[in-house]
């Protein structure tokens, strides 16, 4: 099982990207997926997650100007990313968790991480 994230580039303030996560591999079912974002020199925070049913929340930072959603049928997690800010610079993470095998426990999977600058 693979998850390749995709979008990060350079932005000026204001400014909008979409991030994409596709997943691959033998895989039964993708439960919930998320994002989450690292700022150098500080933790990684979850940004937004998505349950299967698209029932989505949001770190505070994000409400208002970042859409996450998905497509089932692609097996894959986007974050759509408005108004961006210079605190928005970090690289980004996504996160599925996933059902490998019917019946078994599913476990997170994670991405290689984006990056994403916002210049003021």
């Known amino acids: 099982v693979q998850l390749q994230a995709s979008g990060g580039v350079l932005v000026q303030a204001g400014g909008s990207l979409r991030l994409s996560c596709a997943v691959s591999?033998?895989?039964?079912?993708?439960?919930?997926m998320g994002w989450y974002r690292q700022a150098p020199g500080k933790q990684r925070e979850l940004v937004a997650d998505?349950?299967?049913?698209?029932?989505?929340t949001y770190t505070d930072s994000a409400k208002g100007r970042f859409t996450i959603s998905r497509d089932n049928a692609k097996n894959t997690v986007y974050l759509q990313m408005n108004s961006l800010k210079p605190e928005d610079t970090a690289v980004y993470y996504c996160?599925?968790?996933?059902?490998?095998?019917?019946?078994?426990?599913?476990?997170?999977?994670w991405g290689q991480g984006t990056l994403v600058t916002v210049s003021s």
């Open positions: 996160t599925a968790s996933i059902t490998v095998i019917q019946g078994i426990v599913p476990r997170d999977y």
């Open positions: 591999g033998s895989i039964f079912r993708i439960n919930a």
């Open positions: 998505i349950t299967r049913g698209s029932s989505s």
